[in-house]
Antibody, heavy 115, light 108 residues
């Protein structure tokens, strides 16, 4: 079955880091860029960046430069997104996704940042 | 930074045609994609590369692009089409993806 399975919800304190995983199955992991997109409560979709699972090359949205790191482990077909120096406005659902056709999205991981 | 602009809301009666626009300076050279997102669910791609429809998406969904504006058209909108719709594309470099702010479609 073609799917992306994300790690579970996280609660973090301001200033901490969070690392979300995204395990791909049913397709060639290295064949498609993996994007990370987040959505704050009641807000729109916000693109964070992508990783090329084949080369490990990354491209981050300017807003997240210096705070986000995207990595992958091809041996287990898993992508990771780590966001550091968390703030309350980082509270959001974080999605991994193949955004172009054929599109494929994970179910999302809720990250709550609260003291 | 590059932006895509959508109207915040569009409202139609069932059976009418709904049109949602997306404007961006790079659209003459870059494809537009359209996502549908219903409450509490992950987005679903309904149009890719301006006008192509993924399998499983009803024929009433269509897309077009002209100049700096892309348009998602829902011909004969149904109540189940109520959702938020997002366009997305890349900037002129092709490296950075950007989503429009989203349009809430109401069908009632």
């Amino acid at each position: 079955q073609v799917q992306l399975v994300q790690s579970g919800a996280e609660v973090k304190k301001p200033g901490a880091s969070v690392k979300v995983s995204c395990k791909a199955s049913g397709y060639t992991f290295t064949g498609y860029y993996m994007h990370w997109v987040r959505q704050a409560p009641g807000q729109g979709l916000e693109w964070m960046g992508w990783i090329n699972p084949n080369s490990g090359g990354t491209n981050y949205a300017q807003k997240f430069q210096g705070r986000v790191t995207m990595t992958r482990d091809t041996s287990i077909s898993t992508a990771y997104m780590e966001l550091s120096r968390l703030r309350s406005d980082d509270t959001a659902v974080y999605y991994c996704a193949r955004v172009t056709h054929p599109a494929l999205w994970g179910r999302g991981t809720l990250v709550t940042v609260s003291s | 930074s590059y932006e895509l602009t959508q109207p915040p809301s569009v409202s139609v009666s069932p059976g009418q045609t709904a049109r949602i626009t997306c404007s961006g300076d790079a659209l003459p050279k870059k494809y537009a994609y359209w996502y549908q997102q219903k409450s509490g669910q992950a987005p679903v791609l309904v149009i890719y590369e301006d006008s192509k429809r993924p399998s499983g998406i009803p024929e009433r969904f269509s897309g077009s692009s002209s100049g700096t504006m892309a348009t998602l058209t829902i011909s004969g909108a149904q109540v189940e089409d109520e959702a938020d719709y997002y366009c997305y594309s890349t900037d002129s470099s092709g490296n950075h993806v950007v989503f429009g702010g989203g349009t809430k479609l109401t069908v009632l």
